[in-house]
């Protein structure tokens, strides 16, 4: 009995520790991936928190957002006010769904955030 307990909770814990997938960034571009050496965000509930632990301060940054579900959704958290060296910032993350004339916004609500994959999108320095 006892086996059969600590089997389940194993299960349990593996199960519910399936969540969102970040991509790691493959550009080849030296100056891009110095520009995103030391950033990390995170995401929860339909905001990204962004962590700027780099060397650079940065203009722009965004980040999107895919799913593994729903291969029409697309979402994107943008950071346009600048985030200094050592900042810390939050975005709401705008989703849609659909092609063409058909795309449309999509509530938090109705996204399986389970199978979300995340990436950035565009990192750009800040003028000194």
């Known amino acids: 009995m006892k086996k059969i307990g600590i089997a389940f909770l194993l299960f ?15 550009s080849k571009n030296k100056t891009y991936l110095a520009t995103v050496r030391g950033l ?3 995401y929860k509930n339909g905001t990204v928190t962004l962590k700027n632990n780099g060397s650079y301060d940065l203009g722009t940054v965004s980040i999107t957002a895919s799913s ?20 810390t910032a939050t975005s709401e993350v705008y989703f849609t769904t ?10 938090l609500s109705k996204i399986d955030q389970k199978h979300l994959v995340f990436s950035f999108d565009k990192a750009v320095r800040a003028m000194p």
Request: no cysteine.
């Open 68 to 87: 593994t579900a729903d291969t029409t959704l697309f979402g994107i958290a943008l950071f346009e006010d600048g985030l200094s060296k050592g900042e």
């Open 98 to 107: 659909g092609e063409g004339k058909d795309t449309h916004e999509i509530p």
């Open 12 to 26: 349990f814990i593996a199960y519910s520790v399936q969540a969102q997938i970040y991509k790691p960034v493959t």
């Open 40 to 42: 990390s965000y995170s």
